[in-house]
């Protein structure tokens, strides 16, 4: 594959599915423990078991508190990896641990709760195939604008900022404090995540990286990577919240990508960890593609397509890939040749794209 090397491909492609057997689309999210050292942490259904009795210490606890608990929990344990065959490091727990245990008793709960004897309907109803059921609570976009400008250190900050500038209600103060728990676990997580970088040959780039991205925002469009897969991982993989796009990508991202060109790093240099972050997604193979989005109108009615919008599908075309998917939002002010160039992969197969009206969506969400 262009951008990787082959030896580099067959680890990222085996780093979350086995890939010699065949794929279960209804099976996703099982764990490699293969390619995990048991020095780096606990195994994965021990982590579950111990959610449970952890919890049990805090039960009278706000469920904010509880659930930022036994993620941080997981974080602190589970197992991770880094490899020089990759640009970003492995994490063990990607079969959503809180899903499997408090989430998905509280939702139940929640389901029980608005719809009485829900239970017994419910299974006669799927079992006669009419209908499936379940209260889904778990679709989100993050503020990337936000996660990329501030860092996990700087979301925290503003968080306490913000905490300490009113008078709270019990409620109030137990929603920041899970703030307050789950991102102090994050940046304890990526110093683990930095540590063992660092002793792994191969890895000195992503080590320094890690190092910054712990206390401060991305500095170089690698690191801004490493945030935005990090992030992703942690939410839709451990928290078991869907993370559904990637961000406004041209937009958030360009500004790395000139920077890095002025300092001295070559279009191809960023090509390569591009395409190594695309590839994350292929070999995750979320049940429903990994959106990511380009393009949109400014505010003043010029275009938000950039020269990293071209750079985006060039290197998404040489690939071959179908996964992350592909938003482009749609202008007037859109350039003919952008739209040509996406057309044109389309035509030859590389389709994993949709094409979205920018004005209808600024329609819809102003109603």
């Not at 990896?81 to 490091?89: A, I, V």
């Not at 063992?196 to 991205?213: W, Y």
């Not at 401060?216 to 801004?224: D, M, R, V």
Request: proline residues 4%.
């Amino acid at each position: 594959m262009e951008y990787i090397k082959e030896i580099d491909y067959r680890y990222i492609m085996n780093k979350y599915h086995d890939a010699s057997k065949p794929f279960n689309a209804f099976m996703r999210f099982i764990r490699r423990d293969e390619i995990f050292s048991a020095e780096t942490g606990l195994d994965g259904d021990e982590i579950k078991k111990q959610i449970w009795i952890e919890d049990e210490k805090i039960k009278d606890f706000p469920h904010p508190i509880r659930k930022a608990s036994a993620f941080a929990y997981v974080l602190k344990n589970t197992r991770i990896s880094c490899d020089k065959r990759d640009k970003f490091p492995a994490i063990n727990a990607i079969d959503r641990p809180l899903n499997a245990t408090l989430v998905s008793k509280w939702k139940e709960e929640v389901f029980c709760e608005m719809i009485p004897n829900v239970g017994k309907k419910r299974a006669q109803l799927e079992h006669d195939g009419i209908v499936t059921m379940w209260p889904d609570f778990d679709h989100s976009v993050p503020v990337w604008d936000r996660v990329l400008s501030l860092g996990f250190s700087g979301l925290l900050e503003e968080s306490e900022k913000a905490r300490k500038s009113k008078k709270l209600t019990q409620e109030q103060e137990a929603f920041f404090e899970g703030i307050k728990i789950t991102y102090e676990a994050i940046i304890t997580f990526i110093g683990r995540l930095a540590e063992l970088a660092k002793n792994t040959s191969g890895s000195e780039r992503m080590a320094k990286a890690l190092c910054n991205i712990q206390s401060n925002p991305p500095a170089t469009f690698y690191e801004a990577l490493l945030v935005d897969y990090i992030y992703f991982i942690l939410s839709e993989h451990i928290e078991g919240l869907q993370v559904r796009s990637l961000s406004n990508f041209d937009r958030l991202f360009n500004a790395y990508y000139q920077n890095d060109l002025k300092n001295g790093i070559t279009e191809e240099e960023i090509r390569e960890d591009l395409a190594y972050f695309f590839l994350q997604f292929t070999a995750i193979g979320n049940y429903w593609n990994q959106p990511v989005f380009l393009g949109g109108e400014k505010a003043d009615g010029s275009t938000e397509i950039n020269e990293l919008s071209y750079l985006f599908l060039d290197v998404y075309d040489k690939m071959k890939i179908y996964n992350p998917k592909i938003q482009i939002k749609v202008a007037n002010s859109t350039p003919k040749a952008f739209l040509l160039k996406a057309l044109d992969m389309i035509r030859r197969g590389n389709n994993s794209i949709v094409f979205v009206s920018d004005k209808t969506i600024r329609t819809a969400l102003i109603k």
